[in-house]
């Protein structure tokens, strides 16, 4: 008999905070701070197709922060089955660039790109991160064990770095729905029963 094990990576919805505010690298540190803290923008709701997902899955699982929280929540119509913190986003430290003042779009650019040359500052490096993933996807394929569907509510970048994580313990991106806000991939690991 086949099974087939299965991940849904969703990242949140549209964060409260705005974008469209100039500011320098003290101020982006400032404003990530918030970003972390804050949720969803009022009013908005899941799209079906990922109510349709977290409704149909065995767990619904979330990051700890609030976006994540109120993603997995629209989505299930309901608070999420269990929260897992190593599903947390990976920093963005901000470069010091003096007093030249972004849009925090920018800075999220120019950070992830320090931040992958080895930048870190005060925040978890791409090594620590990927070392995260890794126990990660230990936790989501053995939650998904059996044939089970483990949707997860969490964020865009870490979602990305799970997925040769996920590779390496046999899953496979069957759905790619790309990196926006609502945005989902689906993994699936087929399990042969003896």
């Not at 925040?123 to 044939?147: H, I, P």
């Amino acid at each position: 008999m086949t099974q087939i094990d299965v991940i849904i990576l969703v990242r949140h919805g549209e964060p409260a905070l705005s974008r469209k505010t100039r500011m320098n690298w003290r101020g982006y540190k400032f404003w990530w701070g918030l970003y972390d803290e804050g949720g969803l923008t009022p009013g908005q709701d899941a799209p079906q197709v990922i109510k349709n997902l977290a409704r149909h899955a065995d767990i619904v699982i979330a990051s700890p922060l609030r976006r994540a929280v109120e993603t997995a929540t629209l989505a299930k119509d309901a608070p999420p089955d269990t929260l897992e913190p190593l599903m947390v986003e990976a920093g963005l430290p901000p470069p010091n660039l003096g007093y030249i003042r972004l849009k925090p779009p920018t800075w999220g650019v120019l950070s992830r790109i320090c931040w992958m040359l080895g930048f870190s500052g005060e925040v978890e490096s791409q090594v620590e991160a990927k070392l995260r993933a890794e126990k990660a996807a230990d936790v989501l394929s053995k939650e998904a064990e059996g044939g089970k569907t483990v949707f997860v509510a969490a964020h865009g970048w870490f979602n990305r770095m799970m997925r040769p994580a996920l590779k390496r313990r046999g899953f496979r991106c069957v759905e790619d729905h790309g990196d926006l806000h609502w945005s989902y991939r689906r993994y699936e690991k087929i399990q042969e029963e003896k």
